[in-house]
């Protein structure tokens, strides 16, 4: 079964430019996680999806970060406009939940340089 | 803000020593979770405890939850050059989280010289 898959896997932007992340989770997971990890730093949550609603935002950067997860699929991360902070590994992880706790697989990320 | 203190951030020791990697908190979790993430991969799940004291082991690993469930332990022994990678505890929970979301240390970088 493919696991988690995340495109691009590198990306190198200039500051200002928009970029975008793409996110495949296990075919089932219901509930799909964006992370942002910082070098030498453990994954932050960003957003949490149960199906299609985003029930957890509250670490989301809502003035230049976006998400959508269509269909409750495959996901989205924008930044727009990024900034030299925003360099960092984009994490992408599913679960299956039902009730209590779905174990998290993640994806590879995609490693953002801004310039 | 990391609510999740892991010691050390950084240990390198020959193959067959055995080691500890400590993961605190002031904030009481409902569960813990132990990751290991490689270079370009993404964290791993280990184990997962959840009852105060308790202790699993996953061949040569050993995880221990505190008994007030604000702290882990991790102990290697005899470890292999493939026991090289960053180690992640993270707790469900706690006081900054929701009942659901995951908060993760910052991590231990061990390497295991041949």
């Known amino acids: 079964e493919a696991g988690v898959v995340q495109s691009p896997r590198y990306k190198i932007i200039e500051k200002k430019q928009p970029v975008a992340f793409w996110c495949n989770p296990i075919s089932g997971h219901n509930t799909l996680y964006w992370y942002r990890q910082n070098l030498g730093q453990g994954p932050e949550l960003l957003i949490r999806y149960e199906n299609e609603e985003a029930v957890d935002d509250s670490q989301l950067p809502k003035d230049r970060f976006s998400a959508e997860r269509l269909k409750g699929v495959d996901s989205t991360l924008k930044i727009q406009p990024a900034e030299l902070g925003d360099s960092a590994v984009y994490l992408c992880a599913s679960s299956f939940r039902q009730a209590g706790w779905g174990t998290q697989y993640f994806g590879p990320g995609t490693r953002l340089t801004v310039l | 803000t990391q609510l999740l203190e892991q010691s050390p951030q950084f240990l390198s020791i020959q193959e067959g020593e055995n080691l500890t990697v400590y993961c605190n908190s002031s904030s009481v979790f409902s569960s813990l979770q132990w990751y290991r993430q490689e270079p370009g991969e993404g964290p791993v799940l280990l184990v997962t405890v959840v009852t105060g004291g308790e202790v699993k082991k996953l061949k040569r690993l050993t995880f221990q939850f505190g008994d007030a469930r604000k702290d882990s332990s991790l102990h290697i022994t005899a470890a292999q050059p493939g026991d090289t990678g960053l180690y992640l505890c993270?707790?469900?929970?706690?006081?900054?989280?929701?009942?659901?979301?995951?908060?993760f240390g910052s991590g231990t970088q061990l390497t295991v010289l041949p």
């Open positions: 993270a707790g469900e929970g706690g006081a900054s989280g929701s009942a659901r979301q995951l908060t």
